[in-house]
């Protein structure tokens, strides 16, 4: 893996994807992994060599390490490693990239403390021997410590290794746009975007601190040793441009195309933008199998702007794609066979059109009724995601469940919970039948003594996941499901009373396992966020695949097809699209009430992102962007059209 001899310049053999050779528009080392978990194990064995290799000849190893989402599954590498094979973290100094400024060393959110929980406080280095910026330094002494950090850097020789994740604004460490390429140690401001992608784990963008203090690129630059990470496709367009665009201060993590010795280390999700993936075709010789083909002429009818029937050989030369041309025999031949392919996706029916000939359909005819197993990651997804399928399911007669497989009870404001809880109280008040459990006054007094750091009590989550409850059930009704095919399965990853969630376990397994076995379905529909790394629904969606393996070999498997929706925050490409489901302007008007059941996630939610559109509106410009697109690949105009990809396990 690494060269034994520290002085030369490491290069480590990643056996990564790469499914094409030419990276001629790449300006760094870039590996991609099929998915994080792998890459990250890649990144500790790198770490661990190093440190077992400054061990032997008695030196110690300099880490610059970072926070956040991207390293959190290297961090677990190296503590298993160090529990499992001995991996000793006292010939080790640390240096973290930043620190929040106003935060103390006990806050929740602090980078000390995320350190603390991630790595420190589960291997033996030395307390002595970590070092990060502080947050509480007094503004007379700031200027003074950043020099003191850079100092002691310097004094340990520089950083033999440093670990980086990327920011959406392309910062480095926390070296926001505008930052110089010489920059030290500083207090920095940082932008709105970095803000409101840590606002969840703030619980609301107003806590979220203004400043931090950072490492400077030029301190980043000197490391001997730079890895990058990547993951999920919210940094798809920021690691194109870090990679394959201008060195700029703009965006700072460009800045490292000048290192010698970095690898930028990408997941599938994150690799969708470069070249290579995105548009293999301008890049090099391909091999061109059914996938590549579709991706290929969605593409090309797009940016020629031209319906598919209307593709010329001219065309496909001009863009790299003869050699599809000489495969296929003509743009004529490809443009017909394309063109069916994506009206066959197109059906009104997606629980299968009974009594109709179904070889070119999505869905089978028979069984005529179906059980319908609708997976939703919070009690909102069902009606976000697929609101419209969700109402002709229901329409055409099949047996509908919806199964919400966590509570969702982070996400509703202090505000609302106690609105409820006082409600309750006063109702209980004046119907007289006070138990006398004291329920609501404590969970009132909980909420007005409660303090922005502390671990959501039992009380408040139940009060909130109710009031999750009873917006799902009422939305669920006016989509003509049944009550009794409602379920809620609590699954106790989620309920940990804080943003960060629990590992998947046995128990979130089994609880999904059993209502698939429970109810047999003949089609599952589920949250298919491949790409969200640490996310809820990514979460859940682990928990049903390992369900679907588990139950493979029963009959009643067999015989189920697995369709995939997507989030509140994307679509399918169309290409992906296996499925499209037309929605009605007036299914679409019912959607938008349906969703509107769902009052505690309306107007300004405490995870809101950077997207400050409401749920319903996300949900519209999307339905109505994909019908938009097949309209103007040729195919029939519809108000909005919902998308589904099969899962084939
Ligand atoms: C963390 C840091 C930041 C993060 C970046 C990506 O110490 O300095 O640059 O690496 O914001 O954050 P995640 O990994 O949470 O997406």
Redesign the pocket.
Known sequence: MMASDLSKTVDISYQPVGRFEDKRYEKMHTEIFPNSSIASIAVAEEIAALIRNKAERGEMAILG????????KVYAELIRMHNEEGLSFRNVVSF???EYYGLKKEHRQS?WYFMQENLFGHVDILPENINLPSGMVDPEQLNQFCIDYELKIKSYGGLDFQL?????TG?????EPGSHRKSTTRLITLDHL?RS??AGDFAGLDNVPRK?I?MGVGTIMKANRIIM?S??D??AEVTRDMIEGEITGELPASFLQDHHNVTVLVDEAASAEIKRIKTPWLVGPVHWDEDLIRKAVVWLAEKESKPVLKLTDRDYNDNGMSSLIALEGSAYDLNIRMFNYLSDTITGWPGGKPNADDSRRPERAEPSKKRVLVFSPHPDDDVISMGGTLQRLAKQGHEVHVVYQTSGNIAVADHDALRFAEFALQFKAISDEDAGSKFYEKAIEMIKNKSENEVEPVELRKIKGLIRRGEAIAATRYCGIKDEFVHYLDMPFYDTGKAKKSPLSDADIKLVADIMEDIKPHQIFAAGDLADPHGTHKVCLDAIFASLAKLKNKAFMKECYVWLYRGAWQEWDVNDIEMAVPISPEELSRKRKAIFFHQSQKDGVMFQGSDHREFWQRSEDRNRGTADLYDKLGLPEYEAIEAFKRYKF
């Open positions: 390490l970072a926070t956040g989402s991207s390293p959190i973290n990239l930043d980078y980086l994740g990327i920011g959406r910062h480095i460490g926390f070296n970095t992608d840590a931090a950072t990470l993951w999920g919210k940094k």
